[in-house]
Each structure stands twice: as structure tokens, then as C-alpha cells.
């Protein structure tokens, strides 16, 4: 239930919500049946996704309101055109944009850059089919090889991957992907505890091939004000060099 989610009590509920804690309670023991404008400004009061809103819809015999479109749909050009454009202007540094799944749609020459530097089977930055990012740097068969904090680099990305799960519960491929790296053995084999962490103020991937050597932290933007469910969800992440070796070596390829 979202209210729990939320750490919310009914009357918090029901005071932020502009509803009576009586009405409230019974919509939620099943007493009284919601209307679609209630519905909507309880998922707004609980600060719900638009993905998890007409979830939320569909499950109470509702149409969805918010649309789910391609990036590559006529409608989404302007949008389209805002991210090629970041993309392009973070070069020579990589960037990519991944959807609510952190499966990679986009990529800019400095991703390529970084996959020749520390190749990995099967995967090009220019492809047509984009593979899952958390995969990609967390299985052996991907990044992990290369990554020399894997350790702490990987629950870093476990955190960050729980949080998307605890974001949008109903999104069944970052579930089936969790399942996947526990039954594959691909989690770190300890805890991340205070010792293991940076004294920088930015956590740095750092990877390493023969003599080259790369650190990078990351960025991520989000489109403030979208109204698709593939908008919302959206994220850019931006890579930077974290010191000036790893700058120079990006500049100068």
C-alpha cells in the first residue's frame, strides 16, 4: 500500500489530500468504491509515477490517463532533439540515456570511445539493440572485469537499483534483474561497510586495462516537466573525468 510506502497515517493522509479520514478508510478496507478524480489526487498526494498512477487506475477498472510513447515517435521529436543535443555537447565525455529500466536508447562517440578502450563481447556503444546498463557493469561477462572498486562500485549500484524498485514496485524487469544477479552469484561478496568507502566527496568508477586507467563519476538529468510515462522516466547520465589523467586520456582520444 502506498500510504505505508509513504510512512503516512490516514489522517496525515487524509488532512494532506483534502479528504475526510473516514472516506479514506473506507476506500482503503474496500467499504466504498474510489471515483477516478479521487484516485488521481490520492496518486498525486503520494507523489506516485505516472507509471505507477495508471497502474493504480487500471487495477480500479479505470483507462489509464498518462501516455507511454517511444523516444522515436514524431510527438517526442522536441524532447528527442534536447537529449541528442546533450549528448552531443558532453563530448568528448560518455553519456547515455536509459530508460525506467536502465536499458540504454541512446549514446553519444565518447561511449564508444570507452568500449574500445575496455571491450567487452557481443556489445557496441553503436548497435541498434541497447543492453541493459546494470548488466552490462555488474555481470562478469560485462564491465566487471575491468572495474577495480567493483566491490564498492556494485552496491552502490544495488542501492541505487532498490530505490528504483521501491520508486516503481510494478516495474517487473528491474525485479526479474535483481532476481537474476542474486541466482547468478554476481552480488558483491560482502557487506559495503564505512572502510570500503571513498574519502572523496564523489564516488569514482575506476577501471582499469593493462596499463589504461580510467576514473569517472556520474551526473543524472531528468526532464522536469513531463506528462509521458517514457519522459518521466527518462534519465541522462552524464560521465566526468574524476581526475586529470582520466581527462586527458578522454581528450586526447
Same mark, same amino acid.
Given at each position: !500500500?502506498?500510504?505505508?510506502?509513504?510512512?503516512?497515517?490516514?489522517?496525515?493522509?487524509?488532512?494532506?489530500?483534502?479528504?475526510?479520514?473516514?472516506?479514506?478508510?473506507?476506500?482503503?478496507?474496500?467499504?466504498?468504491?474510489? &471515483?477516478?478524480?479521487?484516485?488521481?489526487?490520492?496518486?498525486?498526494?503520494? @507523489?506516485?509515477? !505516472?507509471?505507477?498512477?495508471?497502474?493504480?487506475?487500471?487495477?480500479?477498472?479505470?483507462?489509464?490517463?498518462?501516455?507511454?510513447?517511444?523516444?522515436?515517435?514524431?510527438?517526442?521529436?522536441?524532447?528527442? /532533439?534536447?537529449?541528442? !543535443?546533450?549528448?552531443?555537447?558532453?563530448?568528448?565525455?560518455?553519456?547515455?540515456?536509459?530508460?525506467?529500466? %536502465?536499458?540504454?536508447? =541512446?549514446?553519444?562517440?565518447?561511449?564508444?570511445?570507452?568500449?574500445?578502450?575496455? *571491450?567487452?563481447?557481443?556489445? +557496441?556503444?553503436?548497435?541498434? +539493440?541497447?543492453?541493459?546498463?546494470? /548488466?552490462? =557493469?555488474?555481470?562478469?561477462?560485462?564491465?566487471?572485469?575491468?572495474?577495480?572498486?567493483?566491490?564498492?562500485?556494485?552496491?552502490?549500484?544495488?542501492?541505487?537499483? /532498490? %530505490?528504483?524498485?521501491? +520508486?516503481? *514496485?510494478?516495474? &517487473?524487469?528491474? /525485479?526479474?534483474?535483481?532476481?537474476?544477479?542474486?541466482?547468478?552469484?554476481?552480488?558483491?561478496?560482502?557487506?559495503?561497510?564505512?572502510?570500503?568507502?571513498?574519502?572523496?566527496?564523489?564516488?569514482?568508477?575506476? !577501471?582499469?586495462?593493462?596499463?589504461?586507467?580510467?576514473?569517472?563519476?556520474? =551526473?543524472?538529468?531528468?526532464?522536469?516537466?513531463?506528462?509521458?510515462?517514457?519522459?518521466?522516466?527518462?534519465?541522462?547520465?552524464?560521465?566526468? *573525468?574524476?581526475?586529470?589523467?582520466? @581527462?586527458?586520456?578522454?581528450? &586526447?582520444?
Amino acid at each position: !500500500m502506498w500510504r505505508i510506502r509513504r510512512k503516512l497515517s490516514q489522517l496525515e493522509l487524509s488532512l494532506r489530500a483534502g479528504i475526510s479520514q473516514r472516506h479514506l478508510s473506507f476506500l482503503e478496507t474496500g467499504r466504498s468504491t474510489p &471515483s477516478r478524480e479521487t484516485l488521481l489526487l490520492l496518486a498525486a498526494t503520494l @507523489e506516485l509515477p !505516472m507509471r505507477e498512477r495508471n497502474v493504480l487506475l487500471t487495477q480500479s477498472g479505470f483507462a489509464s490517463v498518462y501516455r507511454e510513447s517511444s523516444v522515436q515517435v514524431a510527438e517526442l521529436a522536441t524532447a528527442r /532533439r534536447a537529449l541528442e !543535443m546533450i549528448l552531443l555537447h558532453h563530448e568528448p565525455y560518455p553519456a547515455l540515456v536509459l530508460d525506467g529500466s %536502465c536499458n540504454i536508447l =541512446m549514446a553519444n562517440k565518447g561511449v564508444s570511445r570507452i568500449t574500445k578502450l575496455f *571491450p567487452v563481447s557481443g556489445f +557496441a556503444a553503436d548497435q541498434a +539493440a541497447k543492453p541493459n546498463l546494470i /548488466r552490462l =557493469m555488474l555481470r562478469s561477462d560485462g564491465f566487471r572485469p575491468y572495474v577495480s572498486n567493483w566491490e564498492t562500485f556494485a552496491w552502490n549500484a544495488l542501492h541505487r537499483l /532498490r %530505490c528504483d524498485l521501491e +520508486a516503481s *514496485p510494478s516495474n &517487473s524487469e528491474l /525485479r526479474a534483474i535483481l532476481a537474476e544477479l542474486r541466482e547468478s552469484g554476481e552480488f558483491p561478496s560482502r557487506e559495503l561497510q564505512p572502510s570500503n568507502l571513498q574519502a572523496e566527496p564523489l564516488f569514482a568508477l575506476a !577501471m582499469q586495462n593493462g596499463q589504461v586507467k580510467i576514473r569517472l563519476f556520474t =551526473m543524472l538529468t531528468t526532464f522536469g516537466s513531463a506528462e509521458d510515462v517514457t519522459l518521466s522516466e527518462l534519465r541522462i547520465e552524464l560521465f566526468f *573525468p574524476a581526475d586529470s589523467d582520466t @581527462e586527458d586520456l578522454l581528450r &586526447s582520444i
